[in-house]
């Protein structure tokens, strides 16, 4: 089955530690993004990336960091600077970088202490 | 950047349709209209979209008013699985970005 695969589902951390989050899509999707959801709270950009070996920050991308050395993969590490990281994580992917249709997967929740 | 407003939430009974209003009063001529759903704690799901003219598909119907400046989302026969937030969006292009804005959505609660 195509599709996004998020893991693990729940992560636990404490403060001060980094921790990085999985990706993975098997829809050979160019472009790919992170969202972060806060309790009640809509959607918002931390990071996308268009293509292989390149990526933006979104809104909110201060005390995050992603690589993208294969299409399939955009993992996410959660710094230590990220004052705030406990929350609800979803990855996301687009046929293209023009295409609006965006497949997510099952979220990370991040529970920082 | 084309923002929109939608009730934070509504109710419908089980088996009636379900009318999800948004306003978009900025939107561009360009920018389609995208709806989104999210069941609780999992990741969003795409439902419909639209640029002027109505659009229908498995799941929704999609009507845009002639202005643009407002849509509904029609769910013809609601079940207890369609209880979820759902979002309506317009397109927001930073840098070259193709990013979904959502917002803080519609929850829609069917009722048995």
């Known amino acids: 089955d195509g599709g996004i695969t998020q893991s693990p589902k729940y992560l636990f951390r404490k403060e001060g530690q980094n921790v990085t989050l999985s990706c993975e899509q098997n829809?050979?999707?160019?472009?790919m993004y992170w969202y972060r959801q806060d309790p009640g709270q809509g959607l918002r950009l931390i990071y996308y990336?268009?293509?292989?070996?390149?990526?933006q920050k979104g809104d909110i991308a201060e005390g995050y960091s992603v690589s993208r050395e294969k299409k399939e993969s955009f993992p996410l590490t959660v710094t230590s600077a990220q004052k705030n990281p406990t929350a609800f994580y979803l990855c996301?992917?687009?046929?293209?970088?023009?295409?609006?249709?965006?497949?997510f997967g099952p979220g990370t929740r991040l529970t920082v202490t | 950047d084309a923002k929109t407003t939608q009730p934070p939430s509504m109710d419908c009974a089980e088996g009636r349709a379900a009318n999800l209003p948004c306003n978009h009063s900025?939107?561009?001529?360009?920018?389609?209209v995208y709806w989104y759903r999210q069941i609780h704690s999992q990741g969003p799901q795409y439902i419909i979209h639209g640029l002027k003219n109505n659009e229908t598909n498995e799941m929704a119907s999609l009507i845009i008013t002639e202005d643009r400046k407002s849509s509904t989302l029609i769910l013809p026969h609601a079940t207890l699985r369609d209880t979820a937030v759902y979002y309506c969006?317009?397109?927001?292009?930073?840098?070259?970005?193709?990013?979904?804005?959502f917002g803080t959505g519609t929850r829609l609660t069917v009722i048995p």
């Open positions: 990336s268009q293509i292989v070996n390149d990526f």
């Open positions: 996301a992917s687009s046929g293209s970088s023009t295409s609006y249709e965006q497949y």
């Open positions: 969006i317009v397109r927001v292009d930073q840098t070259g970005a193709n990013n979904l804005f």
């Open positions: 829809l050979n999707h160019d472009a």
């Open positions: 900025t939107i561009s001529g360009n920018e389609y």
